[in-house]
């Protein structure tokens, strides 16, 4: 088994691969080369933590595995460690042998900041300007920071509950060299696209706060009962995902379906539109939101690509198991 440590993840997984990744393996997923099993996911009754694991097979790129971890919420607080903690654990698909342990944590941030990319090169108008962030937790900066490589914005836009902690949005825009206004939620109708990256299970925005025309990736939600957009958004926006099975059960999707607003039909593969099977988006003034649930083949597919870039590198170790 080869074991690659969290603390190596920074020197092997660039921005570039993991959206090189994510976009290929959405494309697999699509075309029926690829499937995630069902995902577990529970609220374990001890320190408020959601714990599960996320597992599937890409029978092209030949990934086999799971992520197991989850989300404690007072890490940061009480132990100055990050919420979110997980590990990789790799198969080979041809005898069932574990083949690799690979450090989840970076890796999540990296590949969950590709999946909002790749939407945002897919669906967003050519002509976005402007920026917005809804959160500014843990996730939002590396989610900023790839969307600001994948298009070319004028400004960035943030709010936050919390609003101090937008001086971390502030830095990453000014890397770029772009102004940061932190700003209103009733503000945030300025934003061309919106990345909401909040762990609320209450709505914290909606139809009233987008404009026409805005891409907005849901990247915040990931379990049942969670709820980042207000049903009435999603009905008014054209949905795509990365897996129906996931959107409509745990992601963003699950309400607007629950309300009978939409059908499980009305949800569009972002792995389509990649494709070419699907168009994308269809007009300048549609709203198109990309419900980001998080899926395991992503996982898989960064964590391969990482493997073999630190056997190249000869990071890691390789342990007799
Ligand atoms: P974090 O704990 O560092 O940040 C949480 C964010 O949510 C902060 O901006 C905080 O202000 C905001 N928030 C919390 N409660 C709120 C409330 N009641 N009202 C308004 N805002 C509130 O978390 P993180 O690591 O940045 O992760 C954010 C979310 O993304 C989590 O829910 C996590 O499970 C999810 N996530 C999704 C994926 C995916 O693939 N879709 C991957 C990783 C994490």
């Given at each position: 088994?080869?074991?690659?440590?969290?603390?190596?993840?920074?020197?092997?997984?660039?921005?570039?691969?993991?959206?090189?990744?994510?976009?290929?393996?959405?494309?697999?997923?699509?075309?029926?080369?690829?499937?995630?099993?069902?995902?577990?996911?529970?609220?374990?009754?001890?320190?408020?933590?959601?714990?599960?694991?996320?597992?599937?097979?890409?029978?092209?790129?030949?990934?086999?595995?799971?992520?197991?971890?989850?989300?404690?919420?007072?890490?940061?607080?009480?132990?100055?460690?990050?919420?979110?903690?997980?590990?990789?654990?790799?198969?080979?698909?041809?005898?069932?042998?574990?083949?690799?342990?690979?450090?989840?944590?970076?890796?999540?941030?990296?590949?969950?900041?590709?999946?909002?990319?790749?939407?945002?090169?897919?669906?967003?108008?050519?002509?976005?300007?402007?920026?917005?962030?809804?959160?500014?937790?843990?996730?939002?900066?590396?989610?900023?920071?790839?969307?600001?490589?994948?298009?070319?914005?004028?400004?960035?836009?943030?709010?936050?509950?919390?609003?101090?902690?937008?001086?971390?949005?502030?830095?990453?825009?000014?890397?770029?060299?772009?102004?940061?206004?932190?700003?209103?939620?009733?503000?945030?109708?300025?934003?061309?696209?919106?990345?909401?990256?909040?762990?609320v299970f209450s709505p914290v925005?909606?139809?009233?706060?987008?404009?026409?025309?805005?891409?907005?990736?849901?990247?915040?939600t990931?379990?049942?009962g969670k709820q980042e957009a207000q049903t009435?958004?999603l009905?008014?926006?054209?949905?795509?995902?990365?897996?129906?099975?996931?959107?409509?059960?745990?992601?963003e999707?699950q309400h607007?379906?629950?309300?009978?607003?939409?059908?499980?039909?009305?949800?569009?593969?972002?792995?389509?539109?990649?494709?070419?099977?699907?168009?994308?988006?269809?007009?300048?003034?549609?709203?198109?939101?990309?419900?980001?649930?998080?899926?395991?083949?992503?996982?898989?597919?960064?964590?391969?690509?990482?493997?073999?870039?630190?056997?190249?590198?000869?990071?890691?170790?390789?342990?007799?198991?």
């Amino acid at each position: 088994m080869y074991i690659v440590p969290e603390s190596a993840i920074a020197d092997i997984l660039t921005r570039r691969d993991a959206f090189e990744a994510i976009e290929k393996v959405f494309a697999a997923m699509s075309a029926g080369d690829a499937y995630n099993f069902p995902v577990i996911r529970e609220a374990i009754g001890h320190e408020d933590a959601l714990y599960g694991f996320k597992g599937g097979f890409d029978g092209k790129g030949m990934s086999l595995g799971l992520k197991a971890g989850g989300y404690w919420p007072h890490n940061l607080e009480q132990r100055g460690l990050i919420n979110h903690q997980s590990t990789v654990f790799l198969f080979d698909a041809d005898t069932g042998k574990v083949a690799a342990m690979v450090g989840g944590n970076l890796l999540t941030a990296l590949r969950t900041a590709a999946a909002s990319s790749v939407s945002i090169k897919h669906l967003a108008r050519k002509d976005a300007k402007v920026m917005g962030m809804i959160g500014a937790g843990h996730q939002a900066k590396f989610q900023l920071r790839a969307a600001l490589e994948t298009h070319s914005f004028d400004k960035v836009i943030g709010w936050n509950r919390n609003p101090a902690a937008l001086t971390t949005l502030a830095d990453v825009a000014a890397e770029f060299g772009l102004p940061f206004e932190a700003v209103a939620l009733d503000e945030m109708t300025q934003a061309d696209v919106v990345i909401s990256i909040t762990s609320v299970f209450s709505p914290v925005f909606g139809a009233a706060h987008i404009s026409a025309g805005t891409h907005v990736a849901c990247m915040g939600t990931d379990t049942i009962g969670k709820q980042e957009a207000q049903t009435d958004l999603l009905a008014k926006a054209t949905i795509f995902t990365d897996e129906i099975a996931q959107s409509v059960t745990l992601g963003e999707a699950q309400h607007v379906v629950a309300a009978g607003l939409k059908t499980r039909g009305d949800i569009n593969e972002l792995g389509a539109v990649i494709n070419g099977a699907h168009a994308g988006r269809s007009a300048d003034d549609e709203i198109t939101l990309f419900d980001g649930t998080g899926v395991g083949l992503q996982d898989l597919a960064v964590s391969a690509s990482i493997v073999e870039i630190a056997k190249a590198k000869g990071i890691g170790m390789e342990v007799d198991f």
